[in-house]
């Protein structure tokens, strides 16, 4: 089953042992990443300690997750999903479209084992 992120069709199955596996893995590069570490942008741009925290916390918070993407999904996914220009909004957009796509890979299979699944009511009915 293809996972579609953003227009991007990624060979990938939440349903997969190995891909789970990978993206288990994967997830653990961003452990420790805080997204309250970033604070309010418009504080960094006042004081230029506070800016050179705040955008080394981000290019440390954008090199994870392109590191995250590639490993999970596969080399050049960073690239492909973000581009050249990687950005705190393109990131949050991926993670929505990710756990949107989890959700579509988890529904399509309940829906399967729906159509095997015997409804007892019906069949008590039916004696």
Not at 44 to 58: G, I, M, N, P, R
Not at 63 to 80: H, I, P, Q, V, Y
């Amino acid at each position: 089953m293809a996972l579609n992120i953003n227009g991007v069709e990624l060979d990938f199955d939440f349903t997969n042992p190995d891909d789970l596996i990978r993206y288990r893995a994967a997830m653990e590069r961003l452990e420790g990443v805080d997204m309250e570490a970033l604070g309010d942008s418009s504080d960094a741009l006042d004081d230029a300690e506070a800016f050179t925290a705040y955008v080394t916390t981000l290019k440390d918070m954008l090199g994870r997750f392109s590191a995250f993407l590639d490993e999970a999904f596969g080399e050049g996914t960073a690239t492909k999903l973000i581009g050249n220009k990687p950005s705190l909004r393109k990131i949050t957009e991926i993670q929505d479209a990710i756990n949107t796509g989890a959700d579509a890979q988890n529904q399509a299979l309940e829906a399967h084992y729906a159509k095997y699944t015997p409804n007892r009511a019906s069949r008590r009915d039916v004696k």
